[in-house]
């Protein structure tokens, strides 16, 4: 049990915020999904909410605006933000990079 | 308390708001077949603030409580506020492809927080602060609230006071020492039977002799006295049909308008906004036409998607999807389409803050936008009905369709025989093609073109309206200065 708590621990906690899908040049949700996919249980991934603690916020805007507000929600290493498809190679390296230093 | 969708329709069943329809009282209104569909509307308001897809547009931090609330009872506190309630407006309208009703309300709760505050620095009355205490009410409640402010009028040309029928202004009949009591009517209401309170304006700016129908105030959709006399719409009785779907074009959504009836009905004075202030009856006006102005840059070109989308759909299923003329056409509905989208993000963009704190909008482009809004929508459904072809107001009913009653010399059924002669391409079947056909029948001449047609042209003021605000607002004494200087006129 204490094995799977701390395992639980070190898991990089990511809040995710949408912008509000006014007119998205793509599905961000799907685009969300492939993401969390590739990370399977490596990042715990879960809508952003004022009152947690964040390791790392992702954005995830539905075109070059990214209008989504983020500035209300606590997060230690800040921000990735995406508002394209293309991004999510991006995304995924970013976070890759941010598991690798905090191994 | 954020209420969802459900919550939201179970909460109208609490009211006991009377209305009537086809000259009878309809008791189960919430469930009415032609009713219906707009209350689906209104409920997606509520359902899409608990999607964290949608939600950064769908809600907003109150600056009275703190708290979360559903944008739609929000001040507008900057002018990214402004922008997002542009936004969050096109992205109902896409996913309701109807007038979802809760703007009006919106709109004149940002009004009336400005005008009262105005009223009470001029004359040291305590509005300001019953409509705050009202609002939070709304907010913590997150009630639907009809913005009513279009009188029947009677004589156009007469002043209220000069009408034959003092009625045709909602006017105060009595003052008494805990409220008022006022008498008269809102014409063309949206969403009235829909709402859990209406909010009160006045229609017009107010000389002393009509002072008495400068008045501005709330009360429950159920207030004694008060009752709705339900607006049809072309085609709404398909509704009534058994099994109606595909004749629908739009099966789960709607829009609602009502003329509401103030048969002599008690307001108490913390709920009473303006009281024979009559000079700002044109203050208050301005800017709830104003911001319904801006309003039209988000719903319409929302609503305005979906036609587009479904005549793109029209054009793979009747096989014209490669010609280019057809092409061009799409190409014009989308640059008609984002050019009002553009002026509802402008005039947002370019808000400025009140004395109350809350956000303005800029009240010559909201005008241009909506003088926009009144000829646009025309000619993107006019582009769609070229697109679309006449079968979209030809074809036989859905009912036509499913009969197997044989009428051929084979045996053909008619269903066998609409689907035959009906097909278009390979990309859809006929069922497919008939549904996207009788969608942009919906909002062309169905009931969804009160939103998208008449609505564009009359919503928010006639379009005289607002070419007289952009007359006062467009500095052409300063466009001729800079003409003399370019020309090198030295003449002052
Ligand atoms: C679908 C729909 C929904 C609506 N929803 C709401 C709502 O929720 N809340 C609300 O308060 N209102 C609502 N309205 C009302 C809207 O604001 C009015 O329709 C608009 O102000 C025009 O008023 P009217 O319909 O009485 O037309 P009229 O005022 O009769 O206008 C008809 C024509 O006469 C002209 N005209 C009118 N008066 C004069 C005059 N004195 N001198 C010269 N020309 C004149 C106008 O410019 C116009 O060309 C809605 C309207 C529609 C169609
Ligand atoms: S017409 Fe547009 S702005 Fe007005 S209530 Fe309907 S959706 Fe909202």
Redesign the pocket.
Same mark, same amino acid.
């Given at each position: 049990m204490k094995i799977i708590t701390e395992r639980f621990d070190l898991k990089l906690k990511c809040g995710v915020r949408f912008c509000g899908g006014c007119n998205p040049r793509y599905d961000r949700g799907r685009a969300l999904e492939k993401i969390k996919d590739y990370f399977k249980d490596r990042i715990e991934f879960s809508y952003a909410k004022e009152d947690v603690d964040y390791d790392i916020l992702l954005v995830i805007g539905g075109c070059t605006n990214n209008c989504a507000s983020f500035s209300q929600f606590n997060s230690k290493l800040g921000s990735i933000k995406m508002w394209s498809e293309d991004h999510i190679d991006k995304v995924i390296e970013e976070l890759e990079g941010i598991l690798l230093k905090s191994n | 308390m954020l209420m969802t969708g459900e919550q939201y329709i179970e909460s109208l069943r609490k009211l006991k708001t009377r209305v009537y329809m086809f000259g009878e009282k309809v008791e189960n209104w919430v469930d009415h077949p032609i009713i219906r569909p707009s209350i689906n509307s209104v409920a997606m308001t509520y359902e899409l603030a608990h999607d964290p897809q949608y939600e950064d547009l769908m809600t907003a931090k109150s600056n009275l409580t703190g708290e979360k609330v559903n944008r739609f009872s929000h001040l507008h506190q900057s002018t990214e506020d402004l922008v997002k309630k542009v936004k969050m407006q096109r992205l109902l309208g896409q996913k309701t492809g109807s007038c979802f009703q809760r703007c009006?309300g919106m709109d004149a709760f940002n009004a009336v927080y400005s005008t009262t505050y105005d009223i009470d620095k001029k004359y040291g009355t305590d509005y300001h602060k019953r409509f705050v205490d009202y609002l939070k009410y709304v907010q913590e409640e997150d009630l639907t609230v009809?913005? +009513? !402010? @279009?009188d029947p *009028?009677g004589d156009? $040309?007469k002043a209220p006071s000069a009408q034959e029928d003092k009625d045709l202004y909602l006017h105060v009949v009595e003052k008494r020492e805990d409220g008022i009591v006022v008498r008269g009517a *809102? +014409?063309?209401? @949206? /969403?009235s039977i829909n709402s859990h309170e209406h909010l009160i304006m006045p @229609?017009i700016a107010l000389r002393e002799e009509d002072k008495a129908y400068a008045v501005s105030f709330a009360v429950p959709s159920d207030a004694e006295g008060l009752f709705m006399i339900y607006g049809r719409q072309s085609c709404d009785t398909r509704k009534l049909e058994e099994g109606a779907d595909i004749d629908l074009g739009n099966k789960k959504f709607g829009?609602q308008?009502a003329l509401v009836v103030f048969d002599d009905v008690f307001v108490p004075n913390e709920r009473v906004f303006m009281c024979e202030e009559y000079d700002f009856a044109g203050v208050l006006v301005e800017r709830f036409a104003g911001y319904h102005r801006q309003s039209y840059g988000g719903c319409k070109v929302g609503v305005g998607d979906v036609l587009i989308g479904a005549a793109a759909l029209a054009a793979d299923y009747n096989g014209v999807n490669k010609a280019s003329h057809i092409k061009d056409k799409l190409i014009e509905m989308t640059h008609l389409n984002e050019t009002l989208y553009c002026c509802g993000i402008a005039c947002s963009s370019e808000g400025y803050p009140t004395e109350a704190g809350n956000y303005q909008i800029d009240m010559l482009l909201a005008n241009v936008c909506k003088q926009n809004v009144t000829r646009f929508p025309y000619e993107i459904v006019r582009l769609a009905e070229d697109i679309a072809g006449g079968l979209m107001v030809t074809m036989p009913s859905e009912q036509d369709f499913r009969s197997d009653l044989k009428v051929g010399k084979n045996g053909e059924t008619i269903g066998e025989i609409c689907n035959k002669y009906l097909v278009g391409s390979p990309a859809a079947t006929t069922e497919e093609r008939m549904r996207v056909l009788r969608l942009i029948e919906n909002l062309a001449l169905g009931t969804a073109a009160? /939103?998208y047609r @008449?609505?564009s !042209?009359? /919503? +928010?003021? $006639?379009?005289?309206?607002q070419r007289i605000m952009i007359a006062r607002q467009g500095n052409i004494e300063a466009k001729k200065e800079l003409a003399k200087v370019i020309a090198g006129i030295k003449k002052n």
């Open positions: - | 009006v009809d913005g +009513a !402010m @279009t *009028k156009r $040309s *809102k +014409a063309h209401q @949206t /969403g @229609t829009g308008e009160v /939103g @008449t609505e !042209m009359h /919503g +928010a003021g $006639s379009p005289q309206a």
